[in-house]
Every structure is written in C-alpha cells, then in structure tokens.
C-alpha cells in the first residue's frame, strides 16, 4: 500500500488552514497544521514532511523569512508558497526565497492540487514511476537495487538506482548535468560535480547498455546533457 505523502499546512487563518486540511485529507494527504511562523519553525525541525503549503503573510516568522532560513540551512522539502498578494514582484520574492511554486488566493482547489501533485512528482520521482518500473528493456527495482535484462540481473548503487529513477520520471527531455548533479546529490554544481556526473553516468551505462560505447538507453546531447528516449 502506498504511503500517503504527509504536508504541513501553514496559515494564520483558521478557515482556510481549516478548509485546507479537510480538502488535503479528502484527497487522501496527511496533514500537520502550524498557525504561524514559529509553529511552523518548530515542526519542521521536528518532523519530516513531503511538501510544505506556506503562507506568505504570518505572524511572527514571515513565510518569506522561514522559507528562507529553511533553504539556508539546508532543508529540502518541496514548499509552495500561499499568499493574498498578486503581484509580480511578491511573486518573485517567493521564488527567490526558495519555494518551488507559487499560488495567489483565492485559487481553486482544483488548481491547488493540480499543483502539488506537480510538485511532489517533480521533487520525488518514486511518486512518478515507483519503486518497480521498466525502463526501456530493463525491469528495475529500486528497493532491492536491481536492474534486469531477461534473465540476467545487475546490481546497482544507490545513487545509480536514483539515476535511473529520475530519468524514468522524465523521459524524452534533456537533463543538463547540473540538474542531475542538483537533484541527486542535492548540491549545486562545480567543475568537480561535472565529473562526478560523468563518471556516474559512464559506470551506470556499463551496467545497463548493450554496448556502453553506443548508449541507446541514456544518450549525451552534445553541449546539453543526457536524454533517455522512449
């Protein structure tokens, strides 16, 4: 049985933090509320979340300021930001602070979990393709780390199985390295990251291609990155 994806609700109004929780929880989410910053300052450093609904405007700790801090120190759960404001440059201001999108009240509910279903597929490929999935003429499976063509089986590591996982959760799109260097070793690229992911990709199309020198599977676009076609 899948696990349901937990999220913490931040909003200092109690209607529509109330309404926020009853419509998650309809739609099978699990919910954590914090009334302001600093209820949410704590269950954070408390609790591990899937994603984060938060509140721009908030008393005591700003959403801005929180989301902020929570990126500083090296947080990284998915958090779309709620707010009154329309305008661009609030906007702007959000996403520079650190969130992954952006939603302006009032907003359907339709579009609100239009969007963290966006996200949560974006920022976990497991809620994309799963834990067992083909991937071109393979069967994976990331849990016991596992790749296999037939009836042969390779062992893969970790971070090889979470290549491949993503790659999967995005087919037919290129992924520059620094993406890939972003969102699997949760850095920021430097000149040693570009290696990094080039040896990775090099070992991991040794376990999976048929010939490594012809990859057909995960193919380099010159000058972009790497692509897996389906």
Not at 20 to 41: C, I, M, R, S
Not at 69 to 88: C, S
Not at 182 to 191: G, R
Not at 204 to 216: G, H, N, W
């Amino acid at each position: 049985m899948e696990q349901k994806a937990s999220i913490l609700v931040v909003e200092d109004e109690v209607k529509i933090r109330t309404a926020l929780t009853d419509l998650l929880e309809f739609h099978d989410f699990k919910v954590t509320q914090a009334a302001d910053g600093l209820q949410a300052q704590h269950a954070a450093a408390t609790r591990q979340f899937d994603l984060i609904l938060l509140d721009l405007m908030l008393p005591k700790i700003s959403g801005e300021q929180l989301c902020a801090q929570w990126r500083r120190d090296g947080l990284q759960t998915p958090v779309i930001m709620l707010t009154a404001k329309g305008q661009e440059k609030d906007k702007v201001s959000g996403l520079n602070s650190g969130a992954d999108d952006y939603i302006t009240k009032p907003f359907s509910l339709e579009e609100l979990l239009a969007r963290i279903g966006a996200v949560l597929r974006r920022t976990d490929p497991a809620r994309s393709v799963g834990l067992t999935f083909a991937f071109a003429d393979l069967e994976v499976d990331v849990p016991a780390l596992r790749v296999k063509r037939g009836g042969t089986s390779v062992e893969v590591s970790k971070r090889e199985a979470a290549i491949i996982q993503y790659f999967a959760a995005h087919p037919n799109r290129v992924i520059s390295r620094e993406e890939l260097y972003k969102e699997i070793w949760n850095d920021t690229m430097t000149e040693l990251g570009t290696r990094t992911v080039d040896m990775h990709i090099a070992k991991l199309r040794s376990k999976i291609e048929q010939d490594a020198a012809e990859p057909q599977i995960i193919k380099t676009v010159r000058g972009a990155g790497y692509k897996y076609e389906t």
